[in-house]
């Protein structure tokens, strides 16, 4: 690898890009296993069991989730500063809506709404789980009436219907940053194909509206549940 | 009495080229580096001669009024390049694309130059294609040829619609290698004002700075001149806004020879005027005449009812109109030669029978190539017995896949769909055979001031060939200069810098600054423009397509008139030390000005219809050939060169006699 | 028609500049952009005001010298057109129109209309070329066959006219579009070969300490191309310059 490639526009570019597949990529699997909550209580709480007490994902893979969000909203801000400063003086008049989608243009502000959003859920997950297993020592998983806390506690959560329309629209602004996002990724990584490109087009389209909306249908299914 | 050396080599015409090489002078490597070469314009033969001095080690300066050398007017070319590669086995050979040059220009180019141009334009090619220029190619993976401008063979290079603009690109990135290594300092924004001469040769330029208007002084050991041609001295060309004939003009005026400046080129296809406000006319390629039928109403009511928009051409039966080319050349028809072409067009438009409202427009119709494509479609295809909607659904599908692009540009500009109306076509100035007069070894008068591409006279006669400008344009930068210069260039590897305190320097830019102080404090009350469409308008009627006696004088004195009054009453806003576009403007058409009387004067002068110059006194009286041009070897078989006397009508002529040892003089037919 | 026309003045690059307001009256709609424009400086002329700077030269979409930033895009609001062949009939009677010169720290205005673009000449120079010097002895050019595709695709990418668009109409100012056409063009090509991993480490280098923006994907700038270059190229760039990054020692 060069010793410019991290310094160039195009090094970034790709680095933004691949953060960005491995977000996704957890994204998906985050999807996948919480929407087993809506499925099965039971294989839900056997599952986030073995995802908070495992040691590969505890020590490994979590510092490194953490690690690609903070590169991704880091680099992501960076450049964006540095993208605004390449126009000091801006048009009078400009119509960007004609050239360019919105997700497009303002993926700063849908990332930003979505770091914002990851604020609250590491708040209200994230943290007391943290807190639970490693300050108060308490690695069962177990809650006062003897089963499995996880999916509880989940449910819990989304008794507070203000709670319920935040994390809804939180998921729209993930699903306009992911519409830009899913495709944007193989631009960036050089992936461009006349044949195939329309596929990844789709297939992030899709992947963009699913999982957010799975998300949606998560959070208001634990709302109506929980009452 | 004559000073006009050729230099042309001795032996056999094919041998000359390479026995002149062998015989010049070379300048030694570690002596290049301290040698300076200035080249003016970054053209197909600017850049191409900028870019392979720089490679041979001479350090170049390189100048250009665009702000970029990738936008010299050569970007606009479309058709192709001409090449004698025979690649495609139909019979072509160095002889005769020598031959088909020097028939397509009627007989008034210099055979020797020809010849050599012939010789290396394979060797352009090779070196495109090395550059990285995409030329258009066979699923086999070979150049793709195609035929142009009525020759009988396929030699035409070409990279789509584009090929001017790939060939520059070529020739920008061998000078961005160039300037990026310090062999060539660009000075983009920079105009040419004059040429600087000491001890009777050419050793540096005064170029103003466009951006702040400083006058610079540049010393070299040699200056070339590649700065296009002298069209816009019509004000409506397909020239760019920009071309302009200031620094052939100079030199012109501080000896350099200016040789037939009434060789002009009027292209038949190009879009019609459509008001007064029209800045520039556009060229469509002339292969649209291999599918076009050319044609105007018989009937002056049908003009009349089209005009006023109460008739639609496609109502005209095929009895109701007049394929004029088609009636008056039968075996050639539509596919005569540019000038012929534009001529009968003229002719037509003259009697009234133009189709647009200004009077000035012959239709170009594609109804039966788009039936007969259709036909030959369905037929491919397997269609049984297709319908009429379906024939012609097919056959505008294979008009579009062969001039989509133009089609295209056609309708942006006219706002009418072409495949269902016909185009309106009329000619307009695209191309000057004259320039300054040169040598052999592209030298002019001037001892150290060298003239390349457009800006000489020497290859295309009175009449250039299609795809023929782009192959000179390169020869000349590419391959002819960067050798002949040398043999100049030997005897100053002791000469050392050429410094620019010199009183010379200081005369030149005094004068200069001195010209244009003047101009810009005349403060009168009308804009350059309008003083450029009056001559403009004076050389169109009197100057153009046909030219008689009486109009030519006319037009002397009219222009000397407009000369008086611009120098009167011009108003140039704005100031000196600055960007001023109209300053710009104004030193340009102050030079049109004077070339345009000169440009009347040698078509006073040359009586006798030669290519792209029409005398009406100098035409068939009888036969079947009756009312074509008449070509007068006996009296005119000559290059008129003209000298500076201080006014373009005391100009005076030089003749260099044309021989032709190799090629037969014969009348051109194309009944 | 009848139009009132904002246009940017800004007397020279220190200048802080402003839009002017001129009302224009019976512009042909069959006149060009800058045709209109000669109309509009021709009465400033004749009122002894100064005329509009603007950059143009050809005036028929091939040159890339006319640029203009028209009612908030880039050549205006045609499609696949330079300004000097956008006509007036695009636009309505009566209508306000904005004309301001691209907007980019590394294109600043030199005066009116007119930037400077020279930051394009210096990736040319950073390795926009194939190294062959000019010789009477080149390869015949039929020795190496190049596929049709591919040489489709350089002559697809080489169409860049390098006026600027892209960066102008780019919310970043990238100039990503620009370098890609070039560096496409000869990575298509064998005869491009020999440079090809340097010429994009290098071009990009250049791009960068230009300050031009980062490319976000956002695909205006093909939209806005006046020879619809393609977005396929700056992935293709991306991935030359990845390949070359890699490989590097």
Known sequence: ?227 | MSTLDSKIPEGPIKDKWTKHKNDINLVNPANKRHIDIIVVGTGLAGGAAAASLAEMGYKVKSFAYQDSPRRAHSIAAQGGINAAKNYQNDGDSIYRLFYDTVKGGDYRSREANVYRLAEVSGNIIDQCVAQGVPFAREYGGLLDNRSFGGVLVSRTFYAKGQTGQQLLLGAYSAMCRQIGKGKITMYNRHEMMDVVLVDGKARGIIARNMITGEIEKHSAHAVVIASGGYGNVFFLSTNAMGSNASAAWKIHKKGAYFANPCYTQIHPTCIPRSGDFQSKLTLMSESLRNDGRIWVPKNMDDVMAIREGKKSPTELTEDERDYYLERRYPAFGNLVPRDVASRAAKERCDAGYGVNATGEAVYLDFKAAINRYGKQKAHLLGVENPNDAKIIELGEAVIEEKYGNLFQMYEKIIDENPYKTPMMIYPAVHYTMGGIWCDYNLMTTIPGCYAAGEANFSDHGANRLGASALMQGLADGYFVLPYTIGDYLADDISTGAIPTDSPEFDAAAKEVTERLEKLINIKGTKSVDYFHKKLGEVMWNNVGMARNAKGLTEAMDEIKQIREDFWKDVRIPGGMNELNPELEKATRVADFLELGELFAKDALAREESCGGHFREESVELDGEQKGEAKRNDKDFAYVAAWEYKGDPRDAVMHKEELEFKDIELKQRSYK | ?249
């Open chain 3, 1 to 249: 028609m009848n139009l009132t026309l904002k246009v940017w003045r800004q007397k020279n690059a220190n200048d802080k500049g402003g839009l002017e307001t001129y009302p224009i009256t019976g512009i042909s709609e069959h006149a060009s952009f800058l045709e209109m424009l000669d109309v509009l400086n021709e009465q400033l002329i004749n009122d002894g005001k100064e005329p509009v700077a603007f950059d143009h030269d050809c005036r028929e979409g091939i040159c890339g010298t006319c640029s203009l930033y028209i009612n908030g895009e880039a050549h205006g609001p045609d499609r696949k057109v330079t300004t000097c062949q956008l006509h007036m009939r695009m636009f309505k009677d009566g209508e306000t129109v904005y004309i301001e010169p691209w907007r980019s720290k590394s294109m600043p205005v030199i005066k009116d209309l007119i930037v400077d673009r020279t930051a394009f000449e210096r990736i040319q120079q950073a390795g926009g070329f194939i190294s062959v010097n000019t010789s009477g002895n080149t390869q015949d050019a039929n020795a190496l066959p190049i596929a049709k595709p591919m040489a489709d695709k350089a002559m697809d990418a080489a169409t860049c006219i390098g006026c600027g668009a892209c960066v102008a109409t780019c919310k970043n100012s990238s100039a990503m579009l620009f370098v890609a056409a070039k560096v496409s063009q000869y990575s298509y090509l064998p005869q491009g070969q020999v440079e090809r991993k340097q010429r994009a480490l290098n071009m990009v280098e250049q791009m960068d300490k230009e300050g031009f923006g980062n490319c976000t994907n956002t695909g205006a700038c093909e939209v806005e191309c006046p020879k619809g270059i393609s977005l396929e190229f700056i992935a293709r760039l991306n991935r030359e310059y990845l390949g070359a990054s890699v490989a590097s020692e």
């Open chain 1, 1 to 227: 690898m060069s010793k410019g490639f991290s310094k160039s526009s195009v090094g970034k570019k790709v680095l933004m890009a691949l953060s960005g597949f491995f977000l996704m990529f957890f994204l998906l699997q985050h999807f996948v296993i919480n929407f087993l909550s809506v499925i099965d209580a039971n294989t839900f709480n056997e599952v986030s069991h073995f995802m908070g007490t495992n040691g590969l994902i505890q020590f490994i893979m979590q510092p490194v989730l953490l690690f690609g969000v903070l590169f991704h909203l880091g680099m992501g801000i960076y450049l964006e500063l540095k993208n605004k400063s390449a126009r000091p003086i801006k048009y009078a008049m400009n119509k960007p809506g004609e050239s360019a989608s919105w997700m497009s243009r303002n993926m700063i502000i849908t990332g930003i709404m979505v770091m914002l959003f990851l604020g609250l859920h590491f708040y209200d997950f994230w943290i007391p789980e943290l807190n639970t297993k490693y300050i108060v020592g308490d690695m069962t998983g177990l809650s006062v009436d003897g089963g499995f806390r996880y999916f509880e506690e989940l449910q819990h959560k989304f008794v507070d219907p203000i709670r319920v329309i935040i994390y809804v629209i939180s998921f729209i602004f993930l699903s306009l940053h992911l519409l830009h996002g899913f495709q944007s990724a193989f631009q960036s990584t050089g992936f461009n194909h006349n044949k195939y490109t329309p596929i990844i087009k789709k297939l992030g389209n899709l992947y963009a509206i699913i999982i957010p909306l799975g998300f949606i249908v998560i959070a208001i299914f634990h709302h109506l549940a929980s009452h």
